[in-house]
């Protein structure tokens, strides 16, 4: 008769399979507002948008702040401001919807809970990415969680946030500019020719990579993987058959024109520069 009467502790069904992608835009920009905060503010929350892919991913694609205040037991959102901005956005990119909400720091906070309860009247299972943007860890963490629900009978009486897998895909430019800014103290920001090295130097180290890794399966010291090696048959592939001194022509020809594009920038920079200071003494005088 007891057992019968017994009460159940159960979660909402897992999400294990969702997961997100998220663009290097939306990074610069939470990290472009955390710098531009009020002095009284400890961290940035903001709302997420993109949408989901056919696979089921969330990609998110942009982002902005929402003023808020923040105490140990409540949370206060600008919500007047929060739909404003989403109608802004929504007329430029109509297709860009509510996919979840961003904050600072490092993990999952107390006050967390209430926002997210928030976003979820907005969106059905809303996406929450933190970044830390105070490098605790040593460098810029990036996870993304979603809420699980715990029940007790039919009253819903905690969540729990579970990290979900994220994808943060970026071409080289941004890669060298989101490997600037996870650093801890950078000494100046890497000019085109040192960017091009730095990539130059990350290619040559992949591709003794997969040499060492080709090896390696070819003396029975790695079970082969058919997955790596049709990346490795497909990267091949998009190779140009060109003859050694022809790629090497290409290379060169192409590092030309970039030099040129510089030294014209630079002289445009210059003419510029000396203009104003003799429009200024033109104007003294």
Not at 112 to 128: D, G
Request: charge should be negative; proline fraction near 5%; hydrophobic fraction near 40%.
């Amino acid at each position: 008769m007891a057992a019968s009467e017994r009460t159940v502790l159960q979660f909402s069904p897992s999400s294990q399979s969702l997961s997100a992608k998220v663009h290097p835009l939306v990074i610069f920009n939470i990290c472009d507002c955390y710098v531009r905060r009020p002095d009284q503010a400890e961290r940035v929350i903001g709302t997420l948008l993109g949408s989901v892919l056919p696979d089921g991913t969330v990609d998110i694609r942009n982002s902005y702040a929402v003023p808020h205040n923040e105490s140990l037991d409540q949370v206060a959102l600008d919500i007047e401001y929060h739909h404003n901005m989403l109608i802004s956005h929504q007329k430029v990119n109509p297709k860009e919807v509510i996919v979840g909400w961003y904050s600072t720091g490092l993990g999952v906070t107390g006050g967390s809970a209430l926002i997210h309860e928030f976003y979820s009247r907005e969106v059905p299972n809303p996406i929450h990415l933190t970044v830390d943007t105070g490098f605790t860890t040593g460098e810029g963490t990036i996870k993304a969680y979603v809420s699980n629900n715990l029940s007790l009978g039919d009253r819903q009486i905690a969540a729990q946030f579970q990290e979900i897998p994220l994808d943060l895909r970026m071409v080289e430019a941004e890669r060298i500019g989101f490997d600037t800014l996870k650093a801890t103290t950078v000494d100046k920001i890497p000019n085109d020719l040192e960017g091009m090295e730095t990539s130059m130097e990350r290619l040559l180290a992949l591709i003794d990579d997969i040499y060492k890794y080709v090896d390696d399966v070819v003396e029975g010291r790695v079970v082969p993987d058919n997955n790596v090696g049709k990346f490795i048959s497909d990267a091949v592939g998009s190779l140009p058959k060109l003859p050694p001194s022809a790629f090497d022509k290409l290379v060169n020809d192409s590092l030309q024109d970039h030099l040129l594009l510089l030294y014209l920038s630079s002289i445009t920079r210059t003419q510029l520069g000396l203009a104003e200071k003799l429009n200024t003494a033109a104007q003294i005088l």
